[in-house]
């Protein structure tokens, strides 16, 4: 007896034009997902790809906490050879590194015609991450910034504005927590760990002084701005606001310890908000979020960033996992993964769209945030770029090391990388 299920495929397989054994070959792709950004949100996106597709099987691998542990995880995938991972997802700044290593195939012939009219659809900084000599090396997934989370609940009832300077974010987060005298309620919570977006946490006041890292490739670094960019977050450490061991601290730590109450102000990426709606939250309807604040008499910035997905250049499924991931980078599943898991959209439209600003009311003041975020520096050697500047951060929140020799520091290393 045929079961339904080999008949749903049958008549899908139908509808496509397929012939009977066609729809019953399986095509098996394997899809690297980082754990943080919603697996279970994805898994339902895949979903529609294999109702459509009967014949082909989705299967998803997550892994790594942070960044630079999936990366880590990749780079042995890849080094290996393994065919076994036919799609991965990648944070924006490695698509060009990954092109570069030979680890991803281009989708230039599967998108074929005017490529440069394909990419514009997309926000212009996210072409230009995936676009490598004219070629695109991945497509985006979703677009991502740096926002600040406040629990608006516990600034109405203390009469707090939202702060647009951070020593009016320290005035605020002191005044609040010294009223609650509550001892598991912090000021603030940032990333402190030297993780990926450590590398954030230093360029946020550094851009916010008017000031650059690296231009056409060479550094221009600002000894003063870095000093100061450093000792602002030290500060908040000694001055209470942020925890004693802000050092500990990674991305989805501030998110998980926000969740659970007890902080007044986070800054944090666009995932957080869909984890701060759920069921398991203690915040759910008592968060705001607006765009990150200055240092006096500077400009507010947030830094950019994003996944992309590429395809392994060891996939034996090249062209159906690049179909794939075309579906994947529509907007389409822009707008699903926006309403059901608060990931940014990489495309303009999808921002002001009704069913997205019903689930994510502040996505379309978010818009504006994306578009002028600042890139990290783009060089072949930002892997060195980061560890220096990530470690550091760590170490002068750690207080094994001063602003002052922190900034020296950095300064002597990245000379050495980027002359
Ligand atoms: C977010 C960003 C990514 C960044 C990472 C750092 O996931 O989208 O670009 O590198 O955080 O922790």
Redesign the pocket.
């Known amino acids: 007896m045929i079961s339904t299920k080999t008949m749903k495929m049958l008549v899908a397989g139908a509808a496509l034009g397929l012939t009977a054994s066609a729809a019953l070959a399986e095509t098996n792709l394997r899809v690297f997902v ?1 754990s ?2 919603r697996p279970d949100v994805w898994r339902k996106a895949f979903d529609m790809y294999q109702e459509a597709r009967p014949d082909v099987k989705i299967t998803i691998e997550t892994g790594g906490n ?2 630079e542990q999936q990366a880590q995880y990749l780079n042995t995938v890849m080094t290996a050879k393994d065919s076994s991972l036919d799609v991965m997802i990648l ?3 490695r698509p060009a590194q990954y092109a570069a290593a030979g680890w991803t195939v281009p989708f230039n012939a599967v998108i074929g015609g005017d490529i440069g009219l394909y990419m514009k659809s997309y926000l212009p900084a996210y072409a230009e991450a995936n676009t490598v000599d004219g070629k695109v090396v991945a497509l985006p997934a979703f677009a ?1 910034a740096m926002f600040l989370y406040y629990r608006k609940d516990l600034l109405e009832k203390h009469g707090v504005e939202p702060p647009t300077t951070w020593d009016e974010l320290a005035a605020a987060a002191k005044k609040i927590t010294a009223a609650e005298n509550d001892p598991n309620l912090q000021g603030l919570s940032f ?1 402190g760990k030297a ?3 450590a ?2 946490t230093f360029l946020l006041p550094y851009w916010s002084m008017g000031k650059n890292l690296v231009s056409e490739g060479k550094l221009t670094f600002d000894k003063e701005a870095a000093v100061k960019a450093l000792k602002l977050w030290k500060d908040f450490v000694d001055a209470g606001v942020a925890k004693k061991n802000i050092a500990e601290v ?2 989805d730590d501030t998110r998980k310890e926000f969740q659970a109450g007890n902080v007044v102000f986070a800054v944090n ?1 666009s ?1 957080a908000w869909g984890q701060f709606q759920g069921a398991e939250s203690a915040v759910k309807d008592k968060v705001g979020v607006v765009k990150l604040p200055a240092v006096a008499g500077g400009e507010p910035v947030s ?5 992309e997905w590429g395809v392994s250049a060891y996939s034996k499924n090249a062209t159906e996992a690049a179909n794939f991931v075309q579906f994947l980078s529509s907007p389409k599943i822009s707008k699903f993964m926006a309403v059901n898991a608060a990931l940014l959209p990489q495309f303009p439209e999808v921002y002001t769209d009704p069913e997205v600003t019903k689930a994510v009311p502040w996505f379309a003041e978010a818009k504006p945030v994306v578009e002028t975020a600042r890139a ?1 520096p783009v060089t072949p050697r930002y892997n060195e770029v980061s560890e220096i500047i990530r470690t550091t951060v760590n170490a002068v929140l750690a207080g094994t090391m001063t602003p002052e020799d922190g900034a020296s520091q950095m300064e002597a290393r990245l000379r050495r990388v980027l002359r």
Do not use: K
Request: include cysteine; glycine fraction near 12%; hydrophobic fraction near 30%.
């Open positions: 980082s943080q950004h942070t960044s944070d924006v700044i991502d990333q993780i990926e977006g590398v954030c990674a991305t990426w995932y830094c950019l960033g994003g996944w990290r």
